[in-house]
């Protein structure tokens, strides 16, 4: 059964799914895509020609339309429980990132428990760019069935197509035949609305396909069920993962600002509370964003010290926060934070010149994001140094990282 409530009421014809990050605070947010911008614009005109009457203020919807000063993820969340058809564009760097699988994850959450066929039609896949060989797709869903006739459309991808001019009257053909399937399907097969839960909450459906995780981002915080006597909730949550050390500085938890660093450094990442590391495989290198406050509940304590326990303490790297404005911690910030440098001495977590700057924290948000993509390769780093059973189509290029992503999410050749 979906753990959806859903009504009658047709707000959107469209979401449009593509590859990209998770979305950021106004002031830092990426440029939208030209080429993604292009295409909903041009699918939203075809929506209408075909003959689309939508009550909702935008026939589509894709994350380019939210406003400055939005919540981003909740309106993300709202168009995902309002949309009648997911149109994602399938790249290989689609299936790498873990954003897009939560995209999809949330609007097929909608359609548990119907035939496959109604899901096949609420679900229209595009091919943007060539996907490798072995890739595999969510359920029963092929990007090529749109246009197969379309010679130029199956070897490149449309997003080729509409950037080459001699190419536009396949173009414009295979957005045609995209709109008419969304009208067809809103149409015949209504799907109505639904109150889904948010976006970041559910897993990527991309998980156990061709791609995996290469990175993981663990948070060791408290949550409002587990605060220390006297602690504020403002910066907390009912998961680990939801702290946000800077408060209403930031609208995004922590977590969310890391996944954004290390995917844009091409790492499909995924998060976890430290109670639960215990599901990230033995290979994966790691950053442990830490509260010191854990310092104050044994529990919280033990599931840190596992995370540099073994063989898999080598490529994990700690990374204390700590808001300088933060009131309540003046006080104690000093003795917070030689607490947490003590556990973490204890569990050999010290042992990189990397490792002995994170134990000594950052106290503002831009210190964070100045370091944290050091903090990623340097994990990756130890890893490759480290591991003894790497793989040599595993090992990062010469002079390290894993190529430079193409706005079509492959990666260039070293």
């Given at each position: 059964m979906s753990d959806t409530a859903v009504d009658t009421r047709t707000k959107t014809y469209f979401f449009l799914s593509y590859a990209h990050t998770a979305p950021l605070a106004d002031a830092r947010q990426?440029?939208?895509?030209?080429?993604?911008?292009?295409?909903?614009?041009?699918?939203?005109?075809?929506?209408?020609?075909?003959?689309?009457?939508?009550?909702?203020?935008?026939?589509g919807f894709f994350d380019g339309l939210v406003a400055a000063g939005e919540d981003s993820r909740e309106r993300i969340t709202d168009a995902l429980g309002e949309a009648e058809v997911f149109v994602p564009l399938c790249s290989r760097g689609y299936f790498s990132m873990s954003w897009p699988g939560r995209e999809w994850s949330c609007f097929t959450s909608r359609l548990i428990g119907r035939p496959g066929e109604q899901v096949r039609r609420h679900i229209a896949p595009v091919l943007w760019a060539p996907l490798s060989r072995s890739q595999r797709m969510p359920g029963d869903v092929d990007p090529l069935r749109l246009a197969p006739d379309r010679r130029e459309y199956t070897d490149n991808g449309l997003r080729a197509l509409n950037m080459l001019s001699r190419y536009r009257p396949t173009y414009r053909d295979v957005i045609g035949r995209l709109a008419r399937e969304i009208v067809t399907a809103v149409r015949e097969c209504p799907l109505g609305t639904a109150k889904v839960r948010p976006?970041?909450?559910?897993?990527?459906?991309?998980?156990?396909?061709d791609t995996t995780e290469d990175f993981a981002v663990v948070v060791a915080a408290p949550t409002t069920d587990t605060l220390p006597d006297g602690r504020e909730d403002g910066a907390y949550g009912t998961r680990a993962t939801d702290w946000r050390p800077f408060g209403d500085r930031e609208q995004l938890s922590l977590a969310d600002h890391a996944v954004g660093i290390a995917e844009r450094l091409s790492f499909s990442t995924r998060v976890l509370a430290a109670a639960d590391a215990g599901r990230i495989p033995a290979h994966t290198p790691a950053v442990v964003l830490i509260d010191p406050w854990v310092t104050r509940d044994p529990k919280q304590l033990a599931d840190l010290r596992r995370m540099f326990e073994g063989e898999r303490g080598r490529w994990t790297l700690p990374l204390i926060v700590l808001d300088r404005a933060d009131h309540q911690s003046e006080g104690d910030r000093t003795r917070l934070l030689d607490d947490v440098e003590?556990?973490?001495?204890?569990?050999?977590?010290?042992?990189?010149?990397t490792a002995q700057r994170g134990a000594r924290g950052v106290a503002s948000m831009e210190e964070f994001a100045e370091v944290m993509p050091v903090w990623v390769t340097e994990a990756e780093r130890q890893y490759i140094t480290h591991s003894g059973d790497l793989r040599p189509s595993e090992k990062a290029p010469p002079g390290g990282g894993r190529g430079i992503r193409e706005p079509d999410g492959t990666r260039e050749r070293p």
């Open positions: 990426a440029p939208v895509d030209h080429w993604v911008k292009a295409l909903f614009d041009d699918l939203s005109d075809a929506v209408r020609e075909a003959g689309a009457r939508s009550p909702s203020r935008e026939v976006v970041n909450a559910f897993p990527s459906a991309f998980h156990g396909q003590r556990v973490l001495a204890d569990a050999g977590a010290l042992t990189s010149e």
